[in-house]
Each structure stands twice: as C-alpha cells, then as structure tokens.
C-alpha cells in the first residue's frame, strides 16, 4: 500500500475520502450502534468494521446525508449480523452445557462449528423456519426423514420436501454467485441467429 | 428473444432435478433402481453434472459440524436460535404491518419460497413446472392438473378421493350419485355437488373456485362447512372459511394454458408466471402495483415476459435465464 498522503492530496483520492469520511461520520456512527446495540465496546467493533468494509470497497457520496443513509443500511446489517451469531453461539453453548462433559469439543473445534454454522445460516436465512431447521438436522446430524419428523411433528413426505426445498434454495445461491464471478454471458452483445428466414 | 445457454450453467430445471436427488438419496429410502436412475440422470447431460457439483460443495459447508462430536447440541441449538429469531420477524413484520409501512415492496424483494419443487415422487399424478396436463380418471371425471402440482387418486370404498398435494386442479366431475366424489387438501375437504371447479394449495390455505354446480367445503379441524355456488370462490385454513368472494371465470382459462388479467397488479401477475417458470421472478416495489390487462402464455412464461415488456414501462432484467427481475424503465422518460 502506498504511504500515507498526508498533505496535499488530490482531493477524490480514495484514502483522503475514507479519511473525510471517517472525519465526518465515525462519531455519529459509533453513537448510533451505541444506541442501537445498548453496548460500548460492540458499537466501537462494528463502527470499525463498517470503515473496514468500505475500504475494501469504496464507494463515492454526493452529499453526507446518502453517506449516512449507507452507512446506517451496512450498520443495520451488521446487527442483524451479530444478533443472529450471539444468537447461534448462545443456544450451542446451552445445548452443550447440558450435555455429558465426554462430548464437548475443544475450544478451537467450537470456533470452526460456530463458524460453519454461521455460513449455513447466511445461506438459509431467507428459508422459512421449519424447513431451515429440518434440513440443518437432517443434513449435519445425517438424521433419516423419520428421525426428523419425529422431532418437527411433520410427516415424512414433508421433511423430503423442506430437505429438497433447502437444498434448491442453497443450490440458486450457489448458481447465481458462479454467474456473478463469471462475465456476463446470458444476454451477450453478438446476436443469435436463429433462423430468421 | 433467445438467451444463450452456455454448456455449463445449470437450468432451473436442473437444479431442481439435483434438490431432489438429493433430498431422495440422503433420506435413506432409496431403492437400489433409484439409484440406478440417479447415476443415468447423472450421466445424461454436463447441466446436471455441473448441477450436482454445487449440491457436493453445499454438503460439505456441512462437514465440520457433522464430523463434531457436538453435532446433535449444535444442530438444535441453530435450530432453536433460528425459531427464536423467525419469531421475533414475525413480531417486527406484525408490527409493521400495524403501521401501515409499506410491506407489500418488503416481501417482493425477499428471496422467493420456491413454488416451483413438487417433491410428490410416490405421487399418481404430477405435472412439471410449466406444465398444465389433462387427465381422465377411471369414471370419466376429468381433471386438468396446472404448473406443478400433483395428486393421488383413491377410488376404493364408496368414495372418489383425490388428495392434492401440490398445485392446482381444475376438475369436471361426472355423475355418479353411488360414489361422493371429494378432494382432500391438508386443510380439509371439498366435497362436489355435480359440478366444474378447481381447488388450490396456496400456503396454509386451500383456495376453492366453483365454475358450474357447487362444492361443499369442509374445513380439517374445526368442520365447518359452506356450500359455495356456482361464480363464487372462497379460501380456508384447516381452522376457518374465508368469506365467499365471487369467482372470476377467466381464472380458468389456466386449463387451457393462458392467463388471463384484468387490471390485475404486475406483482400477482408475476407470481403467477413464476409458478410456470420456476426459478426466481422479482418485480421492484415501485411497479409491483402497474396494473396489467390482457391474455398472456402462462405455458411459454418468457414469451408472456416479452408482452409484458411490449406494453408496459418495465424492463426486464436476466441475472440468468431463471433469475429475472422486472425493473420500472430505466432512465426519464423519453430518453434513449
């Protein structure tokens, strides 16, 4: 990375912008998670974050209200985000505290599981509950489609279901993010010549 | 207009076709010819190939908690937080609703539920999304199955019993006044009075639509029952009947494949379209209310999307062939 232009910069610079806008929004940023999230040292982690982010991915604003606006969209996110992963982390935990101490992983181990467990719900957060919860049993406890109706109170034609409904779901995300990665080839500019006479 | 399919991205199809196989291969009551039919669906084109490698890269997104010994307490605790967390959603959601915001934009940007999976293998009737099929039962009743949907027959005892379990059917009784004729759907019973009508799983609900004669709806749990007459249609839960609406004839015309609008919001429409194209099909809040007039090609969706796009200010947008969103026209007015 290039030192630091500390003086005299051209002033659409990239890091001269981060820094104005850094300069003009961490304070009410910080303010806003503090509020939002009844926590200090949360609100300073996530307000750092959000910086973070847009730097790996600047972006221009024309005015500091659509900054703000952004920002407090990403923030927002951002909570949701670690709502849902103290949430996970939490309920793990508990199950795990009540459970014979023989099956407890290492600390190391909880970390990798918290993580995939995190990844797994990124993709099935949009899912209805039910057929998120049937296909996270059946798939990471390799429970049979009787085992996990017994546990949701459903039939077994409907565990199938929520298990194949899952499945096409994750497997939409995972098309649709190769065909981003990928150059645009749907729709491409040389024409297709089919028979016109 | 024709897109270009390149040789190694999946259809829709084929990705529903993988979720399948999947679903049949991981619950553990695959027969050995089952398999035999997976391996030769496999075999059969480089789509499906590609197709069940992103199912193989999705299952071992699972593999570390699978092989932890803490897997049973890590499953449901995701499970329980993830309830925890849906309902306080709906609260948010109900909460919103009370305030009057705009909801209708939220839900049309939340990732689509999938309407397109009929998952009915053991089923004795089925049709393929985008496909509407006709059928003739043993005692000369017919029955137009719509877009995905499916049903079992049961003509044994002194009861004609079809089960939907997916879909929509249209169906034309024939008289037998011996045999009762009646669908069950999950939230009761429609029993026919003689008669042309069409019942549908929507969600939670059973929609019953009556065209000629009348049908008597009874609901699974609590029994209570209305006769609905011809033009009249009415919705129900397992628990309650939805006040009776009148019927609009045209709705049948998905029978002979065509959907037919009349000022109907482009959202509806677009929901509509969706169950015969499978895949994801989103409108932008801004346009989700553009009223739409007119017939369109339910069974040939893309070419309904093109009309769509000839006559009203939308454009419509293919992240890939089955990822659509319809956008307001870009640009002011007049610009080009």
């Known amino acids: 990375m290039a030192r630091g232009p500390s003086t005299a910069v051209a002033s659409d610079a990239p890091s001269s912008q981060i820094e104005s806008l850094y300069t003009h929004h961490h304070g009410w940023l910080h303010g806003w998670l503090r509020r939002r999230l009844g926590n200090s040292c949360d609100a300073a982690d996530l307000a750092h974050d959000a910086f973070v982010r847009l730097i790996q991915k600047p972006r221009r604003f024309d005015s500091a209200p659509e900054a703000r606006a952004y920002l407090r969209a990403m923030a927002n996110g951002m909570c949701v985000d670690l709502w849902r992963r103290r949430q996970i982390e939490q309920m793990w935990l508990e199950e795990l505290a009540a459970r014979p101490k023989a099956v407890a992983p290492s600390a190391e181990h909880q970390v990798i599981v918290i993580q ?8 099935l957060r949009s899912m209805p509950v039910k057929a998120a919860n049937a296909f996270v049993m059946a798939v990471a406890c390799e429970m049979s489609d009787k085992e996990v109706a017994q546990e949701l109170g459903v039939s077994t034609r409907m565990v199938r279901k929520y298990v194949a409904q899952a499945m096409l779901h994750c497997l939409m995300l995972e098309a649709r993010s190769v065909a981003i990665e990928l150059p645009i080839h749907v729709n491409s500019a040389a024409p297709v010549g089919t028979g016109s006479a | 207009m024709t897109s270009v399919q390149s040789a190694v991205e999946p259809t829709h199809q084929a990705l529903e076709q993988a979720a399948e196989w999947f679903a049949l291969l991981r619950s553990g009551e695959a027969t050995p010819d089952e398999r035999r039919r997976w391996q030769s669906w496999l075999e059969r084109a480089q789509e499906n190939r590609t197709a069940w490698g992103y199912v193989e890269r999705i299952s071992s997104q699972f593999q570390p908690v699978q092989s932890s010994p803490g897997r049973d307490a890590a499953a449901k605790g995701y499970c329980m937080a993830n309830s925890r967390m849906a309902r306080r959603r709906q609260m948010l959601f109900g909460l919103a609703a009370l ?49 995905g949907s499916a049903f079992d027959e049961d003509y044994s005892g002194g009861l004609r019993r079809l089960r939907l379990l997916a879909g929509e059917i249209l169906i034309q009784t024939a008289a037998d006044p011996a045999r009762p004729f009646v669908v069950d ?3 009761g019973r429609v ?24 049908v008597e709806a009874r609901t699974a749990v609590t029994g209570s029952t209305r006769v609905i007459q011809t033009g009249e249609q009415t919705r129900f839960t397992d628990a309650a009947l939805a006040a009776t609406q009148s019927a609009d004839p045209a709705r ?18 677009a929901s509509e379209l969706q169950r015969y194209r499978g895949g994801v099909l989103r409108v932008a809040p801004e346009i989700a209310n553009l009223p739409v007039i007119g017939s369109y090609p339910a069974t040939d969706p893309d070419r309904a999307l093109a009309m769509l796009e000839g006559v009203l200010p939308i454009r419509i947008q293919r992240t890939l062939p089955w990822w659509v969103s319809i956008q307001p026209r870009g640009g002011p007015v007049g610009s080009r």
């Open chain 1, 116 to 123: 995939a467990l995190l990844e797994i719900d990124g993709m």
């Open chain 2, 99 to 147: 305030a009057g915001t705009g909801l209708s934009g939220l839900a049309a940007w939340r990732l689509t539920p999938l309407p397109g999976v009929v998952l009915a293998w053991a089923a004795d009737h089925r049709s393929a999304t985008g496909e509407v099929r006709q059928i003739e039962l043993a005692d000369g009743s017919v029955v137009w199955l719509g877009t």
């Open chain 2, 185 to 187: 759907t999950p939230q």
């Open chain 2, 191 to 214: 029993r026919a009075l003689g008669t042309r009508f069409t019942v549908r799983l929507d969600g939670d609900e059973t929609l019953v639509a009556v065209y000629k004669g009348a």
């Open chain 2, 252 to 269: 049948e015309a998905w029978s002979r494949g065509i959907l037919v609008t009349n000022n109907t919001p482009l959202a509806d429409v």
